[in-house]
């Protein structure tokens, strides 16, 4: 038993870290927050040069070939900020999707573009019914000479804004998971995105009118994109909680910092049981998110079955970052809704990701099944 | 025990003589959510002009003394005119004039006679407007730590220096209703003063403050609080309401009032819009009303706001009927500011995503459920904090303390 | 508008604590819990004498003709208690239901006894399947020579022991409220009862077996019995709410003593901010009870529709009382665990009535039924 | 990372010994639920027997050190014993003990070489029982405040009277560890000792509380704690452990473990009985798991469960690989405490009131949910309420004090 980091695992901590602190202190996180695209374009071409965004991807395709473990330690470290971008969307979700679901030589064609950054992938699912289960995909294409042609919507799709190439999932069929997956052209002619305005982070809308996509396009063979898509998500997931845990570790050092230095009644309000309560409230949900996603990665990496452990994570990490942001903003008071502060970032990002991937009842009910009760 | 008002034929006349004359004066438009800054703005000039309209008939303070401007009306009719101004989504005044609201009653409890007469007209005819100014950097939950903002007596005024933070909304405002330090080394809650001054004075200067959200009172959901400058602003000594260094005793009327002492009657808007959203709104071909897992949680919330509803009306009686009240006040503060923040998870769990857009296709509409989201949590703490108020319940209650603390008076000379 | 109790209340009140104060203290609630019958015989004669038992029927049958309101005030004295015996399950449900149910032969027959205390009677209702809905009863006489045969269990029946009479319902036909209601003799042969034993206050299993009942026995008209009981459920459930609001008041008044007598690091207990916590959860759960239980009375005795309230009452005062104890716990820590302090038979009593005639979901899902959404 | 031991093929050696010793030696009948008090007595028996057969191969305390009569085993040993005892829903040691395992960390750490040699190896090898008295009725959650019960050096020993609450569970104990106030006029915090003291000793008297439940360690839920007076009762000054007026220092120890500093391998035993139990009773002729309320709650509590796990492993992983710790011992007791307490609830929501009952025909098999719905709620308290385990971390994450408090030492001589 070893609970600790590895030594190659502290060490790109500490140079997460420090990039972090360099290039996105609040202010330029907070700056971030209103533009259409999540996409620094320096941040990202740094980010490519440190090779964080083929992290998970094997040597052969460009990437670094590090375990998921290894990501969930870069990841921590963006989600203090939080960091936006399509890191995730791409490096992490949009990479493990063409890993799974490609043939060979369409993990060839498309992922070591991902690792370099040229290519920015997103994956869109879920649909105005904003059901994360197949049965929510129903979005057909029409074939037509061959090729598939496009109508319809794609809603909430994290960091369409950014992208250079969407991976659509499909219904090809009538069966409950006859669903494919398209690789198509972002700026292909009909395609359309846009930022949702409101208490939300670059979640998209993607509106396909009349898009003909080639058959070649299909990653992989027709019905099979469920499966593949699946195996993408139970690998990716952990590593979006590893952000989830960054950023509830980043509220949680905030608070603490702040019941040490505001005083009021003449003391620091640390002294306060009350504050104190809100603390540890936000300390436990910390903990049980990180110590669940850790047990959920290490299932993964060392082969162990971890279908249970991953929507457990999921499902712990959503709340915990929802109600970490609360009990930071009972601490903070009036400070904490500043927007220059920091706070509210993470605020909406954890109302974002709450739902992101699956809400908590969605995973709950699938580790039930997975734990086969 | 009878939870409604029993209304006489002339109170139902008065409610149709209401109605009738709101159906002709307030525009759909004023309700509209504002396309730009000056639109915004244009909005307000709308609502300010039917508050004078309605301070004109009495109907903007509609329980305030008549000989001060007010509606002098009894209890009921104040009720009737409440619920048919709710009736279009409006609350009295139809704009933020917290410091109307609250300065004007600790003015009816501990101004001079003159200062009533002064001060209390304008704002039940609505013809000014009033910010109340508070917080300071270094004083928010600890109200009675101030000591950024001090005024120096001069002659035959006050010089009036310092600063105030989460001060009104957007638009500016005419009056300024503040607590300010009086005596930099005197003891704690010896030290502070209220005044009633004009905006307008030379010295005072206002910078916006960007927020996640005001978690204001109806309607005002610019974003937007101030913070207020004061350099050497000179104010005459009239304008010290309440007495030199007696500040807290003011306090104890306003906080009271703003802790939810007063009591409230109407029905809880956010819940009338989510569950219409629900019934409205389809997934797969099923209304959110008709899904087991929505339905849970529609029932937990609007028990919820049934019981804030309740607590309101309890206090809204206790203070009518002038019956004691002990912990009542901060009790319903506190239910309301939890439920609000409880709400946001309840609602997101509910409906998703969707209650976090403003976006007109796929956000509820006029985005009413992503100002909630936001509003959930900001309003938690305005008027104190949930600790706060937990504060005061205790102390009320008889513990924490060795002697029990009394709540504060909220009626004044009529 | 008044929110105070009328004259004649606050009388009932005073009689009616000053009764308890100097029949039931402490120790001798505490000293019934053990007993197989809930009811104590002297307690039972002072109570039928000062009227209580017949307080919610019509002087025609030898009640005093109080409002619900009336009967409310003194179930709240009761419920501070909380004195045990059949008080509600004969002097309110029970008799309502005969009320309710019963043709005038059978109401001038049954009733007068009830209101004089030599009738004792219990509803029997739920079976081992624990619903509280028509579906859940399964129990089925047969027909043999006009009258009925009864084989089978009901399960959870409040104060069984003590009761003389039982009416039981039972199921009749195939449609879903097809329930007709039976009135039986708790010494007929073939009935038997016993208290369940564990963390519950006198609900009992009563069985039935080849119990004979005559036609006679048949409460009103077959198949109507469950529109009768449920009119007679939305009556009495008001009145255990306020059984459970006085409950919840002497738990209140209990901790609030405590926290300012009991001494820890020098200081009264209540000094502290997480003790205050508890009271004042334990306070908004007290006060959200009293209302929305009042409510539900008024609205009941000026005849308004008040489905919806009654629903909402129960489930408020179900989940209320239950973390009332909890929270009263939380400020007495081991002091209130000891038994001969009360502070468990209020635990108890909580637990027990969380479920008895319906938990907070199913109270939740027919209020939602009822506002018709 | 590391979630799991690797075991050498040795170590998977030792567990097939451990395995089949245990199925030698452990009677099914040892877990029965009692009939009579006579009946209980005899089961007690038969596990204090069952305790010293494991005592003598060093099983019963483990990683004790050998020359003091524990098994001198390493942790990956340990955790075998304690899985494999698991497996029969027993604890090391298999009855209430709780003297001995904290008392015998406390020693380990602060007593003279002289008192391990005399105190541990009865402990270690299961020849005595030892219960701890920590509570008065003045001084519960303030144990430094302990008062009531005082010694006083006489001679070559010390004379001690008083009374101590909530003490050990049925069947009598061997031993008594102890802490009394040795300097009434003494400061706080240096007015206290600990002793180790046989039970037996003239003066010492034991009274029966009736509980609404005990909340204790494996196995024994009597619903029976003790009151203990000690009227004049002499003891040799060599039971003195940790030195005069010491007795916060060892409490720090002592405290640290019994707040979960220690941490826990293994399964929560009341969720697997849950599972089973709703896996196998049927309602309207479907399984309670199948049903979606049911499976809802039984998922809320199942991630409880295993965040407690996590907590526990984690705790375990810091203490025997020496790593520091700061908050998290209180943080495992704190969410033990109000997940057992919260689990009350959501288990009789899941499954009704059949949980509250003993009845073999009615409730759960041998009663186990109805005990957890007593024990849920008492088990908040001993050993530190939830809001002292608030405390705590409050002090060891850096806020509420000055100084950031340190963890208690929980290694000792070896």
Same mark, same amino acid.
């Given at each position: 038993?070893?609970?600790?980091?590895?030594?190659?695992?502290?060490?790109?901590?500490?140079?997460?870290?420090?990039?972090?602190? +360099?290039?996105?202190?609040?202010?330029?996180?907070?700056?971030?927050?209103?533009?259409?695209?999540?996409?620094?374009?320096?941040?990202?071409?740094?980010?490519?040069?440190?090779?964080?965004?083929? !992290?998970?991807?094997?040597?052969?395709?460009?990437?670094?070939?590090?375990?998921?473990?290894?990501?969930?330690?870069?990841?921590?470290?963006?989600?203090?900020?939080?960091?936006?971008?399509?890191?995730?969307?791409?490096?992490?979700?949009?990479? $493990?999707?063409?890993?799974?679901?490609?043939?060979?030589?369409?993990? +060839?064609?498309?992922?070591?573009?991902?690792?370099?950054?040229?290519?920015?992938?997103?994956?869109?699912?879920?649909?105005?019914?904003?059901?994360?289960?197949?049965?929510?995909?129903? $979005?057909?294409? %029409?074939?037509?000479?061959?090729?598939?042609?496009? #109508?319809?919507? /794609?809603?909430?799709?994290?960091?369409?804004?950014?992208?250079?190439?969407?991976?659509?999932?499909? +219904?090809?069929?009538?069966?409950?998971?006859?669903?494919?997956?398209?690789?198509?052209?972002?700026?292909?002619?009909?395609?359309?995105?846009?930022?949702?305005?409101?208490?939300?982070?670059?979640?998209?809308?993607?509106?396909?009118? #009349?898009? %003909?996509?080639?058959?070649?396009?299909?990653?992989?063979?027709? %019905?099979?994109?469920?499966?593949?898509?699946?195996?993408?998500?139970?690998?990716?997931?952990?590593?979006?909680?590893?952000? !989830?845990?960054?950023?509830?570790?980043?509220?949680?050092?905030?608070?603490?910092?702040?019941?040490?230095?505001?005083?009021?009644?003449?003391?620091?309000?640390?002294?306060?049981? +009350?504050?104190?309560?809100?603390?540890?409230?936000?300390?436990?949900? $910390?903990?049980?998110?990180?110590?669940?996603?850790?047990?959920?990665?290490? /299932?993964?990496?060392?082969?162990?079955?971890?279908?249970?452990?991953?929507?457990?994570?999921?499902?712990?990490?959503?709340?915990?970052?929802?109600?970490?942001?609360?009990?930071?903003?009972?601490?903070?008071?009036?400070?904490?809704?500043?927007?220059?502060?920091?706070?509210?970032?993470?605020?909406?990002?954890?109302?974002?990701?709450?739902?992101?991937?699956?809400?908590?009842?969605?995973?709950?009910?699938?580790?039930?099944?997975?734990?086969?009760? | 025990?009878?939870?409604?008002?029993?209304?006489?034929?002339?109170?139902?006349?008065?409610?149709?003589?209401?109605?009738?004359?709101?159906?002709?004066?307030?525009?759909?438009?004023?309700?509209?959510?504002?396309?730009? *800054?000056?639109?915004?703005?244009?909005?307000?000039?709308?609502?300010?002009?039917?508050?004078?309209?309605?301070?004109?008939?009495?109907?903007?303070?509609?329980?305030?003394?008549?000989?001060?401007?007010?509606?002098?009306?009894?209890?009921?009719?104040?009720?009737?005119?409440?619920?048919?101004?709710?009736?279009?989504?409006?609350?009295?005044?139809?704009?933020?004039?917290?410091?109307?609201?609250?300065?004007? *009653?600790?003015?009816? &409890?501990?101004?001079?006679?003159?200062?009533?007469?002064?001060?209390?007209?304008?704002?039940?005819?609505?013809?000014?407007?009033?910010?109340?100014?508070?917080?300071?950097?270094?004083?928010?939950?600890?109200?009675?730590?101030?000591?950024?903002?001090?005024? &120096?007596?001069?002659?035959?005024?006050? &010089?009036?220096?310092?600063?105030?933070?989460?001060?009104?909304?957007?638009?500016?405002?005419?009056?300024?209703?503040?607590?300010?330090?009086?005596?930099?080394?005197?003891?704690?809650?010896?030290?502070?003063?209220?005044?009633?001054?004009?905006?307008?004075?030379?010295?005072?200067?206002?910078?916006?403050?960007?927020?996640?959200?005001?978690?204001?009172?109806?309607?005002?959901?610019?974003?937007?609080?101030?913070?207020?400058?004061?350099?050497?602003?000179?104010?005459?000594?009239?304008?010290?309401?309440?007495?030199?260094?007696?500040?807290?005793?003011?306090?104890?009327?306003?906080?009271?009032?703003?802790?939810?002492?007063?009591?409230?009657?109407?029905?809880?808007?956010?819940?009338?819009?989510?569950?219409?959203?629900?019934?409205?709104?389809?997934?797969?071909?099923?209304?959110?009303?008709?899904?087991?897992?929505?339905?849970?949680?529609?029932?937990?919330?609007?028990?919820?706001?049934?019981?804030?509803?309740?607590?309101?009306?309890?206090?809204?009686?206790?203070?009518?009927?002038?019956?004691?009240?002990?912990?009542?006040?901060?009790?319903?503060?506190?239910?309301?500011?939890?439920?609000?923040?409880?709400?946001?998870?309840?609602?997101?769990?509910?409906?998703?995503?969707?209650?976090?857009?403003?976006?007109?296709?796929?956000?509820?509409?006029?985005?009413?459920?992503?100002?909630?989201?936001?509003?959930?949590?900001?309003?938690?703490?305005?008027?104190?904090?949930?600790?706060?108020?937990?504060?005061?319940?205790?102390?009320?209650?008889?513990?924490?303390?060795?002697?029990?603390?009394?709540?504060?008076?909220?009626?004044?000379?009529?």
């Amino acid at each position: 038993m070893d609970l600790s980091l590895t030594e190659s695992q502290e060490m790109l901590r500490t140079t997460a870290r420090s990039f972090m602190q +360099r290039e996105t202190p609040v202010d330029v996180v907070v700056g971030l927050q209103k533009a259409e695209s999540s996409l620094e374009r320096d941040l990202w071409a740094k980010a490519a040069r440190l090779g964080w965004l083929g !992290i998970v991807l094997p040597a052969e395709y460009g990437g670094s070939g590090d375990s998921l473990s290894d990501a969930a330690v870069l990841y921590e470290e963006l989600g203090r900020g939080p960091l936006p971008g399509p890191f995730f969307s791409s490096g992490v979700l949009g990479a $493990l999707t063409v890993l799974e679901a490609g043939t060979d030589e369409q993990r +060839r064609r498309i992922l070591p573009g991902v690792a370099t950054g040229e290519t920015v992938l997103t994956v869109a699912i879920t649909e105005p019914n904003t059901s994360w289960g197949p049965g929510g995909i129903t $979005l057909a294409p %029409q074939g037509r000479n061959g090729s598939f042609v496009l #109508n319809g919507t /794609k809603l909430f799709v994290s960091d369409a804004t950014s992208a250079t190439d969407l991976i659509v999932a499909v +219904r090809t069929g009538d069966g409950p998971t006859d669903v494919s997956l398209l690789h198509v052209d972002a700026k292909a002619r009909g395609v359309s995105t846009r930022r949702l305005p409101g208490f939300l982070s670059w979640q998209c809308e993607v509106s396909f009118d #009349n898009v %003909q996509v080639p058959a070649t396009s299909l990653l992989g063979e027709a %019905q099979r994109g469920w499966a593949a898509l699946s195996r993408a998500l139970e690998r990716a997931i952990p590593i979006l909680c590893a952000y !989830i845990v960054g950023g509830c570790q980043a509220v949680y050092e905030k608070s603490v910092l702040y019941t040490q230095t505001r005083v009021q009644f003449g003391v620091p309000i640390g002294r306060f049981q +009350r504050v104190q309560d809100h603390v540890v409230r936000l300390v436990n949900h $910390l903990d049980s998110a990180r110590w669940a996603t850790w047990e959920a990665l290490w /299932k993964l990496d060392t082969g162990r079955p971890a279908t249970a452990s991953v929507h457990m994570a999921k499902a712990v990490a959503s709340e915990a970052y929802l109600d970490v942001c609360n009990a930071a903003h009972e601490v903070h008071a009036g400070m904490g809704v500043l927007i220059e502060y920091g706070l509210p970032a993470h605020t909406q990002m954890s109302r974002t990701l709450f739902h992101y991937l699956g809400d908590p009842r969605w995973h709950k009910r699938r580790m039930a099944d997975a734990l086969e009760w | 025990m009878d939870f409604e008002v029993t209304y006489t034929e002339e109170q139902q006349r008065f409610r149709r003589e209401v109605r009738a004359w709101l159906e002709a004066n307030v525009a759909p438009s004023m309700l509209r959510t504002p396309t730009s *800054a000056e639109d915004n703005y244009r909005r307000y000039l709308e609502l300010r002009d039917l508050g004078r309209k309605l301070g004109a008939k009495g109907w903007l303070y509609p329980t305030a003394p008549a000989k001060y401007g007010g509606g002098g009306l009894d209890v009921d009719h104040a009720i009737i005119l409440e619920e048919e101004v709710d009736r279009f989504d409006l609350s009295l005044p139809p704009y933020y004039d917290s410091g109307g609201r609250l300065g004007s *009653a600790s003015i009816l &409890v501990w101004g001079t006679e003159e200062q009533r007469q002064a001060f209390l007209p304008p704002i039940y005819r609505g013809e000014v407007r009033t910010w109340q100014l508070l917080t300071e950097p270094g004083a928010g939950s600890d109200l009675a730590g101030v000591r950024m903002t001090t005024a &120096v007596r001069d002659g035959d005024g006050y &010089v009036i220096r310092g600063q105030k933070i989460f001060v009104g909304s957007d638009n500016g405002t005419d009056r300024i209703w503040m607590i300010v330090n009086t005596d930099p080394k005197g003891k704690r809650h010896e030290n502070l003063s209220w005044f009633m001054i004009d905006a307008s004075l030379p010295g005072i200067t206002m910078q916006p403050m960007e927020l996640m959200g005001t978690g204001g009172e109806g309607g005002t959901d610019s974003g937007v609080k101030q913070t207020v400058f004061f350099d050497d602003v000179r104010v005459p000594a009239f304008a010290l309401v309440g007495g030199e260094n007696k500040g807290w005793t003011v306090a104890t009327t306003h906080l009271e009032l703003e802790h939810g002492g007063g009591g409230r009657i109407g029905r809880n808007r956010v819940w009338d819009r989510l569950l219409r959203y629900c019934q409205e709104t389809k997934r797969d071909g099923v209304p959110l009303s008709q899904q087991q897992d929505v339905r849970d949680s529609l029932a937990d919330i609007y028990i919820k706001t049934e019981v804030q509803r309740l607590f309101g009306l309890r206090n809204f009686y206790l203070t009518y009927a002038r019956k004691p009240k002990s912990y009542e006040g901060p009790q319903l503060s506190y239910y309301r500011k939890t439920t609000g923040l409880w709400m946001t998870g309840a609602i997101l769990e509910a409906v998703g995503p969707a209650a976090l857009t403003t976006d007109p296709a796929w956000g509820a509409p006029s985005g009413f459920l992503e100002t909630q989201q936001r509003n959930g949590i900001v309003s938690v703490h305005p008027g104190g904090t949930t600790d706060i108020q937990r504060v005061q319940m205790a102390r009320r209650i008889g513990i924490g303390r060795s002697t029990r603390e009394k709540a504060g008076t909220v009626h004044g000379a009529e």
